[in-house]
C-alpha cells in the first residue's frame, strides 16, 4: 500500500523526535545548550479549538500543556520575564533558562492555563491587546479565521483573488490558502482595506460578523488582576494588533503608547514588556523599535523561533511558537531540532515568495 509524502514525512519525524528523546541524545543536547534562553510562545491553552483559531494551529490541550510544563520543571529553570530581563540587565543569567508566554489575551488562559500554572510555581507573562480588553473588539486575525472557518476556505479564496489579482494562480492545499492569504492580508494589504472586506465578505457569506463579539473570548479586567495578584505578568500586545511596519508614526505611536498607558494605569508599579503582532522581523521597523524603547518598556520580543543567548538585546528577543504536539516534538523543538518545523519554513517561505512576486509584478 502507497503512504502520502505527508505521512512519510510525519512518521519520520515521529520515529527521530522517540529517538533523540528516549536515546538519552536530548538531554546531551540540553547539557551542551545550557547557557541557551528559551522564551516560548503560547496562545489559547483549551480542550477545544474554537473558529476563531481553528486552522492557525495556536491551541494547545490543557493536557498537552501540563505534560510540557512537567516535562520542563524536571529539566529546566523556568523563571518569569521580568527576572530575565533583570538577569539580563546583571549579566548573570542562569543556564537551563526558560520563560513562558501567552500572546492575545485569550480567556482561557485564566480558564485553563493558570490553574495548570498555580499548581506547578509557575509565573508567565501574558500578552494584551487594549482593542479587546477595553471595548470587547475581536482583532481582525480572529475574525478573518471566524470567517474562513464558517464561510468555507474555498469560498472566501475565490472571494480574495476577485480582489486581489496576485492571489489567483496559487495552487494550495485549503491550510496553505488559509496562510497565503493569512499573510497576504498582514504583509501586502492596508488596514482599511482589509476591514473592507472583511465587512464585505461577511455580507456576502450571510454570516453575522463577530467584530464586537470579543467578551468571552477574552481576558477581563477582573481576571487579569485575580492572575495578576498570583504572580502572572502582563504585557502590551499594541492597540488591534496590526503589521506595525505598515503604519504611519502617528498610527504606531497610537497602538504602541495607548495600550501601555492602558496596563500601566490598571497594573501600577509593573514592568511593562512589550510583544511585536506576528512576530516577524518584517513586522517592524526601526522607528518602531525606537518608539517601543522610548515609551518605557522593559523588553520586546520578536516570535521567530531563534534561541536567544546572554549576549542577545533585551529589545530583540526571540520566542519559540508552542503548538499541539507529543511531547518527544516539544522536547525537540526547544532544543532547535525539529525537523517538522524545518519542513514548514522552507514550504511557507516558498509559497510567500510566491505571493510577494506576483503582487509586485
Ligand atoms: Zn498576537
Known amino acids: 500500500m502507497a503512504i502520502s509524502k505527508d505521512k512519510q514525512r510525519s512518521l519520520i519525524n515521529r520515529l527521530l523526535n522517540a529517538f533523540l528523546r528516549h536515546s538519552g541524545f536530548i538531554g546531551i543536547v540540553r547539557h551542551v545548550n545550557r547557557a541557551q534562553i528559551k522564551i516560548l ?6 480542550p477545544k479549538e474554537s473558529y476563531y483559531v481553528r486552522g492557525i494551529g495556536v491551541t494547545v490541550k490543557p493536557t498537552t500543556f501540563e505534560e510540557q510544563l512537567s516535562y520542563l520543571r524536571q ?29 492575545d489575551g485569550f480567556r482561557d ?42 464561510a468555507g476556505m474555498e469560498h472566501l479564496w475565490k472571494l480574495a483573488s476577485q480582489r486581489w489579482p ?56 477582573d481576571q487579569v488582576h485575580e492572575m495578576a495578584a498570583d504572580g502572572i505578568e502582563f504585557g502590551n500586545h499594541t492597540r488591534s494588533h496590526e503589521n506595525l ?50 515609551s518605557g518598556h522593559s523588553c520586546a520580543l520578536l516570535g521567530t523561533g531563534r534561541i536567544n543567548s ?30 517538522r518545523r524545518w519542513l514548514r519554513n522552507v514550504r511557507s517561505r516558498k509559497q510567500c515568495c510566491t505571493v510577494t512576486s506576483r503582487s509586485k509584478s
Open 245 to 294: 511596519a505598515r503604519l504611519s508614526e502617528r498610527e504606531q505611536q497610537c497602538e504602541i503608547v495607548t495600550a501601555r498607558d492602558i496596563i500601566a494605569e490598571m497594573l501600577p508599579g509593573s514592568m511593562i514588556p512589550f510583544a511585536y503582532p506576528f512576530g516577524g522581523m518584517r513586522h517592524f521597523t526601526n522607528l518602531t523599535a525606537r518608539i517601543v524603547r522610548e
Open 41 to 46: 510562545m503560547y496562545h489559547s491553552i483549551a
Open 75 to 103: 529539566h529546566y529553570r523556568v523563571i518569569p520575564l521580568h527576572q530575565l530581563i533583570l538577569e539580563l540587565r546583571d549579566g548573570c543569567v542562569g543556564e537551563k533558562t526558560v520563560v513562558l508566554t501567552f500572546d
Open 109 to 150: 488562559s485564566y480558564e485553563f492555563a493558570w490553574p495548570i500554572l498555580h499548581k506547578y510555581g509557575v509565573r508567565a507573562t501574558v500578552f494584551l491587546n487594549k482593542d479587546v480588553i477595553e471595548r470587547g473588539k475581536i482583532l481582525w486575525i480572529h475574525r478573518f479565521t471566524y470567517l474562513a472557518n464558517c
Open 166 to 221: 496576485a492571489l489567483a494562480g496559487v495552487h494550495s492545499t485549503r491550510t496553505g490558502r488559509f496562510m497565503v492569504l493569512m499573510n497576504y492580508l498582514v504583509d501586502q494589504v492596508l488596514p482599511v482595506d482589509r476591514d473592507t472586506f472583511l465587512a464585505e465578505a461577511f455580507r456576502s457569506f450571510e454570516i453575522a460578523d463577530p467584530a464586537h463579539r470579543g467578551s468571552d473570548l477574552y481576558l477581563r479586567w
Open 310 to 339: 546572554h549576549d542577545t538585546p533585551v529589545y530583540a528577543l526571540d520566542r519559540i511558537k508552542v503548538e499541539e504536539e507529543p511531547l518527544s516534538q516539544f522536547a525537540a523543538r526547544i532544543e532547535g531540532l525539529s525537523l
